[in-house]
């Protein structure tokens, strides 16, 4: 046998190299971490202007079908499918029995049945999983042929919209299908950053030209760097980090994400156990974390109560471009989780005061009712 | 102006009399990308060659600086502190990390001179 060790490069790495990208390997793809502007004046682009994403990365799974796939999926996923209007999209979680999460995603109701944006590093593993639970009555494809671009920032729109007439119309958390040059894009109004913007499914073959056409009406090319310090700001999670396979929606603070409809009947995977901790509670829960002072305190960082008792672990901390100053997410116990509680961060062995603070650090500008 | 030496870990040092002034490299700075953290060493400490004297953080990583050479510590740069984008924005000059009072003239040998250090720099940059 042979084992292909190499990495993948999405359709847009010959643009990326142009664009003097500094690569680094993530989830086996050979992806920019940043340009030649850095992380961040690349993080304030994309607030006050647009920046462009490569996320071919992740992955695209179009599942075929009518109302059976409908109640199927409602055997997965906590959402209300059948209500959810053709063309919606919802964020929501693939689980195991005791709602561990394998994977967080968005699925959009499409005319021919679902696409799921998977994350990169656990698609083929969620492929596996939803084929074994579908029984394979349906027909899936994880597309390996498509591009997918996010566009995202306050100008995204108008930017969009000279070169895809229409897309002004979608309101947030909706997509539909839009020809360009003979071919089927599919646009949703959605993204990860907590702006405005779109994420864009086109074929590689028009990646590059289509990208290209973005930066000619003024937006620029954003790395993976700026990705995480925005999602960030955010309070958005990231899997890998603030989710993972241990760790259930109920404790990672995201309750919101399953329909209220679902919360009273169950019947989806991980659903006793999701009923179990919202009756009963959770001993540790997501929550947002501000140092005090300019210290950063990175994922694996121990927190601690006054006393030398350590209460929780952070998974994410970084330097807030937009903030000006350090951010972080992490689990706590859930009797320290109140907004101000005060807390300690231990950092290069010494322990330095942070604060439990609301999430979002930075206030979403999402367009909803435009039609 | 003193001639100006460079270490192995990226810290250019500056001499005049006894008295070191020691920074990171404008190389190193585009290696770390964005400082956006620096805590430095105290004020009448003593460090020791090649120990650790301070850490910078970019929004990337953090990495630990050290002091090329031993001696009590004179005096140190708050306006880093304060505002770690100076780093990255003239980290040969005003962005001094800290002022050593030397100990040891012969720790001085191993350093390098310019023309060595962007040899190395170049060749262990991959």
Redesign the interface.
Known sequence: MRINMETKKTSLNNLHQRNQAKFVEFAGYEMPIQYSKGIIEEHKFTRKHSGIFDVSHMGQLFIYGGENLTIELEKIFPLDLKNLKQNSSKYSFLMNEEAGIYDDLIITKIEEGYLIILNAACKENDFQILSKLLGGNFKMILENERALVALQGPRSVEILNSVLSGVEKLNFMTGKWIDFKNQRLFVTRSGYTGEDGFEISILNNFAEEFTQKLIDKGAQLIGLGARDTLRLEAGLCLYGHELDINKTPIEANLKWAISKERLSNGGFVGSEKIMNQIQGGTSQIRVGIKPEGRLIAREKTKIFKETDKQIGEITSGTFGPSINGPIAMGYVDKEFSKIDTKILLEVRGKKYPANICELPFYKKNYVKGVN | MSEVKFSKEHEWISLEGDVATIGITKHATEML??I??AELPEKGSNVEKDGTAG?V?S??A?SDVYTPLSGEVMDTNQAI?DD??KINEDPEGSAWFFKLKIKDNSELDSLMNREEYEKFSKENSS
């Open positions: 990308g964005d956006v953290f850490v953080e929004t990337k953090a502190v770690p984008s």
